[in-house]
């Protein structure tokens, strides 16, 4: 079961796309 896994990549993406936002001027 790679629940841990999918929780890490659903953290990165999220971040990811707050990232992108913040970087928008």
Not at 10 to 25: A, F, I, R
Request: one cysteine or more.
């Amino acid at each position: 079961m790679a629940l841990h896994e999918a929780l890490i990549a659903l953290q990165t993406g999220c971040s990811g796309l707050l990232t992108l936002k913040q970087d928008d001027p």
